[in-house]
């Protein structure tokens, strides 16, 4: 076997290995295994949206190379989307950029700005494309810890100065994965300062930014004064639309930032099938008439899992934003095991926060990705292990 390369040593090791093998093993003894780990609900996309691929599929037009450009009514729609939700005025064609899930894009970005030496501020726990995306491009990924005391934000104020001075890239995300925490405005401002004083990105992922609840409606980071010259922010139609299979994205900021993410793109991807992208269209386009009941659905396993897991004897704190719950392992201990005595001893399967980054330990990750009464059924199976 070839040496593999110094970057992919660095990779993290995958956390979840052998979970795969023993959910395998117990269904196939006939185990009805209960899947709250991967955020990736069981729910349909809007109907527009199918009806929109099936609509182009045929049409010769849509089996093109999409190139960076993409489908231009995508461009327009989500320039028109962004100003209908958050009031920012985006130009489609310099300040968007079509992506193959939102993930592409923060994941390619740090090989347009990180040198070696130069450091990404990543949140840990986290999603870890950030850090993979800074290690295979060579940067130095600084990790801080989300903890309780700072409201899961990364408190900026904190870090070293030798970190901080040499900090391109900071990747905050909130509505966060998987804290479930969210950012005050006051929070924003700070980040956009910061990133300004050091000539540093603002990398935002807004994965999560329609899946809130009671009411709350969480900001975009460019509604923000000054905020644009340092911000790319990444958008997703996976978890709002229940589209995450379908790989579609974008990302939207600075035109110079999102000029050179659109270049290093051009040498490894020609774009989402246009198709897709026309049904991403549809969906932006059923927005006010599909989102808000999908969105309920959320709220309401919410409520159910996280009175339930309170019974069983579980402290919840009952989220205000995305689709998890983020949860302190009783008594303490480790999150790994927990998670593995889950799934063997009760065919669960939930997220061990060690999987999301050291800092996650000690926590584990509920998905609502699955119907109430599984929900339900899931709480009382975990409870058994306390
Ligand atoms: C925080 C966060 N960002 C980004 C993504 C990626 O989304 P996409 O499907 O758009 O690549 C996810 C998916 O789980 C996520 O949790």
């Not at 993290?12 to 006939?30: C, I």
């Not at 962004?82 to 009031?87: A, D, H, L, P």
């Not at 994965?207 to 009671?214: G, H, R």
Request: hydrophobic share 45%; aromatic share 10%; charged share 25%.
């Amino acid at each position: 076997m070839p040496t593999p390369s110094r970057r992919f040593d660095a990779l993290p090791p995958y956390p979840l290995a052998g979970m795969k093998e023993v959910r395998r093993r117990l269904e196939s003894e006939g185990v009805d295994v209960i899947d709250l780990g991967a955020g990736d609900a069981d729910l349909a996309p809007p109907p527009a949206v199918v009806e929109r691929l099936r609509e182009v599929a045929g049409d010769p037009r849509f089996s093109r190379y999409p190139f960076q450009l993409g489908l231009p009514e995508f461009r327009e729609e989500i320039a028109a989307w962004m100003e209908r939700r958050f009031g920012v005025r985006l130009d489609p064609w310099e300040e968007i950029l079509p992506l193959i899930g939102s993930k592409d894009g923060i994941a390619h970005l740090p090989l347009a700005f990180l040198n070696p030496g130069d450091v990404a501020v990543v949140p840990d726990p986290g999603y870890q494309a950030y850090v993979g995306g800074v290690v295979l491009a060579g940067g130095d990924p600084h990790r801080v810890a989300l903890l309780p005391e700072h409201d899961f934000l990364v408190p900026l104020g904190e870090l070293p100065a030798e970190v901080a001075s040499r900090t391109r890239l900071l990747y905050l995300n909130y509505p966060n994965n998987p804290t479930t925490a969210t950012a005050p405005d006051a929070y924003y401002r700070e980040a956009v300062a910061f990133c300004r004083e050091r000539d540093a990105i603002l990398v935002h992922d807004h994965a999560y930014s329609e899946l809130a609840f009671n009411g709350y409606r969480p900001r975009s980071v460019l509604e923000f004064d000054e905020a644009r010259e340092v911000t790319l922010e990444f958008h997703s139609v996976s978890k709002t639309y229940n589209m995450t299979g379908w790989r579609l994205g974008w990302v939207a900021g600075d035109r110079r930032l999102v000029a050179a993410l659109s270049r290093v793109k051009s040498f490894m991807d020609t774009g989402q099938f246009l198709g897709v992208q026309a049904a991403g269209v549809a969906a932006l386009q059923s927005w006010a008439t599909w989102v808000p009941d999908n969105v309920r659905t959320f709220e309401r396993r919410r409520d159910v899992a996280a009175e339930a897991l309170g019974r069983a004897g579980f402290a919840v704190t009952v989220p205000r934003a995305t689709m998890y719950l983020w949860i302190p392992i009783p008594h303490g201990g480790p999150s790994g095991p927990f998670a593995r005595r889950a799934l063997e001893e009760e065919g669960v399967i939930v997220m061990p926060g060690a999987a999301l980054g050291a800092g996650g330990e000690g926590f584990f990750r509920v998905a609502l990705t699955v119907a109430e009464e599984r929900l339900l059924d899931a709480a009382g199976r975990l409870g058994r292990l306390l």
